[in-house]
Every structure is written in structure tokens, then in C-alpha cells.
């Protein structure tokens, strides 16, 4: 099943199939109702430090996935949490859910990449 990024703003949709907010804080001005999450998986977001490094300035994207991915794998709760994930995507869709406005450069895209990786 697919693997979608979403920004979190965006209105639900049955398509959307699980649900999963993968940002550390919770975004502003989002009601849980119109998150309507299935999960919130903070173990697989970026470190406030490296999260404020990339600054999501886009020549920085490829050395910030460097990193980041450095840091879930040495994580093993964000590799149970990237394990579970995958599983999830084998039956369903599931829809990553990120805030930020840059769709393109962000660490949701980098994970939709690993999770349908170890799918």
C-alpha cells in the first residue's frame, strides 16, 4: 500500500488510511478533532538541534538527511517505530503528517523514502 506526506493543515480524507503525525510539538492552531490522528510517532522526528540546524533551508537537505539518519538509526526506539510503520504500509495506506510549509524539503519526505525502504 502507499506511503503519502501530508501536511497536517490539509483536511482528512478516507485515502489518507492511517493517520500518523510525525512532529515532535504539536502544530498550532489544529484541533485533535481535525488532526483526526491514528497515531503520533515523536520517536522518529528529528532532534531539536538538527531540527534547528537545517532551518529547512534546502541546501542544507542533503547533509540534514545524512544526519538524521544517523540519528534514528542509532535510536532503537525510532527503528521499532520505523519497523512498525513499515508493517502498517504492507496492508494499508498510511499518510505521514508533517506541519511545516515546505512540502519538498522536510524530514516527513525522508521518511515516507525509508519506511517504504524497509517495507
Known amino acids: 500500500m502507499p506511503v503519502q506526506v501530508k501536511r497536517i493543515y490539509e483536511d482528512a480524507e478516507t485515502e489518507d488510511g492511517r493517520r500518523v503525525l510525525v512532529d515532535k ?32 533551508e534546502k541546501e542544507k537537505f542533503d547533509t540534514f538527511a545524512e544526519y538524521y539518519k544517523k540519528e534514528l538509526q542509532s535510536d532503537e526506539e525510532a527503528q521499532k517505530k520505523l519497523e512498525e510503520l513499515a508493517e502498517m504500509a504492507v496492508s494499508e495506506t498510511v499518510t505521514l503528517l508533517f506541519a511545516a510549509k515546505d512540502e519538498t524539503y522536510n524530514h516527513a519526505v525522508l521518511l515516507k523514502q525509508w519506511v517504504e525502504e524497509k517495507r
Not at 36 to 49: F, N
Request: proline fraction near 9%.
Open 25 to 56: 510539538v504539536w502544530p498550532r492552531g489544529i484541533s485533535k478533532t481535525k488532526a483526526a490522528l491514528d497515531d503520533w510517532a515523536k520517536e522518529v522526528t528529528p532532534s531539536p538541534g538538527l531540527r534547528k540546524w537545517f532551518n529547512h
